[in-house]
């Protein structure tokens, strides 16, 4: 039975870090690959980053670029997302999703599996 499971969460000021984790059952990250997508209040949720399964290439979305960092820990099959530099704007709910066809994307349609999501809120 596939699982995601999101944890590490939580409130930050403006200018911290926070690393969220995304915990994987029933099938092998290294083949699927894992996308971190969120989603505020009132907009509709956009993909944030992506590891491919298959060869490691990492993507992230423009506003990302250079704060925040996808990796993973194969032997606990577990993907981490570490954000840096945290804005108000990033405030969300983050999931963790696998790709329908081990490949990554930031269409939501694309993804067959998902989390039940973590909270991230950056605020003074």
């Known amino acids: 039975q596939v699982q995601l499971v999101e944890s590490g969460g939580g409130l930050v000021q403006p200018g911290g870090s926070l690393r969220i984790s995304c915990a994987a059952s029933g099938f092998t990250l290294d083949d699927y690959g894992i996308g971190w997508f969120r989603q505020a209040p009132g907009k509709e949720r956009e993909g944030v980053s992506c590891i491919s399964g298959a060869d490691g290439r990492t993507f992230y979305r423009d506003s990302v670029k250079g704060r925040f960092t996808i990796s993973r820990d194969n032997a606990k099959n577990t993907m981490y997302l570490q954000m840096n530099s945290l804005k108000p704007e990033d405030t969300a709910v983050y999931y963790c999703?696998?790709?329908?066809?081990?490949?990554?994307?930031?269409?939501?349609?694309?993804?067959?599996?998902w989390g039940q999501g973590t909270q991230v809120t950056v605020s003074s």
């Open positions: 999703a696998r790709p329908t066809y081990s490949r990554c994307s930031y269409l939501a349609s694309e993804y067959d599996y």
